[in-house]
């Protein structure tokens, strides 16, 4: 009988589930479609409920469409969206969770920051208003009577899978570094927040390593699901965690890209910096952080420039994009593109900023302007690879997320930063394969995080893209050119 972890991916767009064997092949995807609700007056959230839907559509879909029988799951585990504030309550069933990108709590997060000034060096990130902190003080304020029902917050979607489930209340270390309440040094919640602000510490979950034995199927979830009961299910991760174990960043200086609509640089590191812009979160295993800084721009200026200079008449607009870029030459014929249409908010931090070509002339080609724009993103991921990526370390740097199909965009990519760049065959499934290293350790089908890394992700099948070094001294000297746009151009935003 071949036996299987199961592993829910709880995202905002849709719940994912896969089934994964003893040599990690994934069978078993399916996915159910999330609906999220935006308020008036700025609200984010999603139904709880409707993730526990999605959970079991997805089951039964194993037992009915596959033919799995219920005793081949032998784990379940989890990983999913963080930031959130998810009320458990009796008397509220229904209360919608705050996905983490409401970000109605600009005051809130303020005032923690006026009242414990020096609070980052313990939470390792400065309070923002997406902060599930400075949200439960706005619901203090404003939702008193159900934040006197609820019997426990959590923080992750994949929180409330393992409440269904189990009943119990736990969270990990990932997720719970986000909240603003952890400290990043010992991986427990800080007694000094909870008392300055009037919190009740029994409303916060148990944080519980991703490995662990968090509770076991209930007779009542049994019931619902078709998973047999008392299956042991495992604390999982966040999707921070979940995805950097899945690309294999296991390492001090291990790194990795995501270049979707937004992005960012990320880097596994055994201590931390201060840096308002820079996201530090504990790694799924002990002693470990990863140092996250996020870019605005990335995917959706590739969007807006197949838009700009592709014929709407295009059977094919990105391919013909493609083809653009790839009919010009290192450089762009001299031409700059300064990538912030959104503003930005790391490398430099300024919402007014704008997007800008420069160095145009008689010569000027629409194929340069395309390639100058995917130059410039990359340069921007360059910025953000000098201010977290360990410079000594030359090995390869991993890239996922939708941009990754592009194989000019990761040739140049490779070609900027010096680097060979390693795009996974299938990204979408990586935080699902990544954080199903916990049940292989605690199953012992691995005998470590470091040995499921080696054996089945960095040899797992990737497109490598080699970097050609001529390109390289060429971007080199535009890279220094590039970086005193921004600097220029500054005084014109205002």
Not at 251 to 262: E, I, M, P, R, S
Not at 265 to 285: G, K, P, R, T, Y
Not at 379 to 398: A, E, V, W
Request: contains cysteine.
């Amino acid at each position: 009988m071949k036996e299987y972890i199961a592993v829910f991916d709880i995202g905002t767009t849709a719940v994912k589930g896969v089934l994964i064997d003893k040599q990690a092949t994934i069978i078993g995807e399916y996915r159910v479609l999330m609906d999220t609700y935006y308020g008036d007056n700025g609200e984010v959230e999603q139904r709880p409920a409707d993730w526990w839907e999605g959970m079991k559509e997805i089951a039964q879909k194993w037992w009915s469409v596959l033919g799995i029988t219920k005793n081949q799951i032998i784990t379940i585990t989890f990983t999913g969206q963080m930031e959130d504030v998810i009320s458990i309550s009796s008397a509220y069933p229904n209360q919608k969770a705050i996905l983490y990108s409401d970000n109605r709590f600009e005051q809130e997060a303020a005032r923690i920051m006026e009242k414990l000034p020096n609070i980052q060096a313990k939470t390792g990130n400065t309070m923002r208003s997406s902060t599930p902190l400075a949200k439960l003080l706005w619901m203090k304020e404003n939702k008193a009577e159900l934040m006197d029902k609820t019997q426990c917050f959590v923080f992750s979607s994949k929180d409330y899978g393992i409440f269904k489930l189990t009943d119990m209340f736990v969270t990990d270390p990932t997720t719970a570094a986000t909240t603003g309440m952890m400290n990043l040094h010992t991986r427990e919640w800080i007694a000094e927040i909870i008392e300055t602000f009037g919190l009740d510490a029994n409303q916060l979950p148990k944080i519980c390593g991703s490995e662990e034995i968090v509770g076991y199927v209930s007779a009542s979830a049994a019931e619902e699901t078709g998973f047999l009961e008392s299956i042991p299910v495992l604390c999982g991760s966040g999707d921070a965690g979940a995805t950097a174990m899945g690309v294999g960043a296991v390492h001090q200086g291990d790194a990795y890209f995501y270049l979707g609509t937004t992005g960012w640089a990320a880097m596994v590191q055994d201590s931390f910096d201060h840096n308002e812009d820079i996201f530090n979160l504990a790694h799924i295993f002990s002693d470990l952080t990863i140092s996250i800084a996020p870019l605005l721009n990335a995917g959706n200026v590739h969007s807006w420039a197949v838009e700009a200079f592709v014929s709407e008449g295009s059977n094919d607009r990105y391919s013909d994009f493609e083809g653009l870029v790839e009919n010009a030459t290192a450089g762009s014929n001299g031409l700059l593109f300064l990538p912030y249409i959104h503003g930005e908010r790391c490398p430099v931090h300024d919402a007014d900023a704008k997007g800008a070509f420069w160095g145009i002339g008689p010569k000027t080609g629409k194929s340069d302007m395309a390639r100058a724009v995917i130059e410039g993103i990359c340069f921007s991921y360059k910025q953000l690879m000098d201010l977290i990526i360990d410079q000594g370390n030359n090995d390869f740097l991993t890239l996922i997320g939708g941009g990754a199909k592009s194989a000019s965009w990761c040739q140049i990519l490779a070609d900027v930063i010096g680097r060979p760049v390693r795009v996974p065959i299938d990204s979408e499934y990586i935080p699902a394969l990544g954080v199903s290293a916990s049940a292989f350790v605690k199953l012992g089908w691995a005998d470590s995080y470091q040995d499921f890394s080696e054996r089945f992700l960095v040899a797992a099948e990737a497109e490598m893209y080699e970097p050609d070094m001529v390109n390289h001294e060429v971007y080199g000297g535009i890279y220094q050119r590039y970086l005193k746009l921004y600097p220029s151009l500054r005084g014109m935003y205002g």
